[in-house]
């Protein structure tokens, strides 16, 4: 974490779950900087960690990639693919700078430099990374960055797997996601696990839609005066 940035901090959750909402609320934070979903640690270690949660399908041949991704996470180096398509959406960034290093730990590094010199070039002495699928991530996350914080918002079971159904049948071009409600269950099972454990600080969504709901009160009162 460079000088001058105070916190840096991880918003995940279940898709369609309230993240982008609660995104734009923190980014209306004069000290908040945020940008972006950049699924950075998704595309670094891949989805062994969405295998592990039981909600995507196994094949022999994909178990077999996923025990030489093993390996080679565990002596510290990553897959070029995989770095090639962690540092795609962050050439959205400012000061934007690929690193070539084979090493796990330089290129988590190398993100963490980018986005603190973006938010200290912003002004901004907080950052808050928004990539709902990061819930998976959160212990490789705290193992490079130590120092990460993280909010996780919890949004109400029934509510999050209608939505994320609905979304599916209505944009199945652009929203790859369940289409029966059987598996949108599954989908939302590792959040509800994360929660029950309580790893990691939760934002129950009813809770923050209310807070939203006075501060728009709040500004069109002000405006109105």
Not at 171 to 198: M, Q, Y
Request: aromatic share 10%; with cysteine; charged share 20%.
């Amino acid at each position: 974490m460079a000088g001058g940035i105070k916190t840096l901090a991880f918003l995940v959750g279940c898709p369609r779950s309230g993240t982008t909402l609660l995104q734009a609320m923190l980014f209306a934070h004069p000290e908040i900087y945020s940008f972006p979903e950049t699924n950075f640690f998704l595309s670094l270690f891949g989805a062994r960690d969405l295998l592990t949660m039981g909600t995507t399908p196994q094949g022999s041949v994909r178990k077999f990639r996923e025990l030489v991704r093993s390996i080679m996470e565990l002596l510290g180096v990553a897959e070029y693919r995989r770095r090639a398509r962690a540092w795609e959406p962050m050439l959205l960034l400012p000061n934007f700078s690929r690193c070539n290093s084979i090493s796990l730990r330089h290129n988590v590094k190398t993100f963490v430099q980018i986005v603190d010199a973006a938010s200290l070039k912003a002004g901004r002495p907080i950052w808050v990374e928004k990539t709902p699928d990061h819930l998976f991530y959160v212990k490789r996350i705290q193992q490079y960055i130590p120092d990460a914080a993280f909010i996780h918002i919890i949004r109400n079971g029934r509510d999050t797997v209608a939505s994320l159904v609905d979304a599916a049948r209505k944009f199945p071009d652009v929203w790859e996601g369940p289409t029966s409600p059987e598996l949108a269950v599954r989908g939302t099972s590792p959040s509800r696990k994360v929660f029950s454990i309580g790893e990691i600080p939760s934002i129950i969504w009813s809770a923050m839609k209310s807070l939203f709901r006075i501060r728009v009160k709040s500004l069109r009162d002000c405006a109105v005066s």
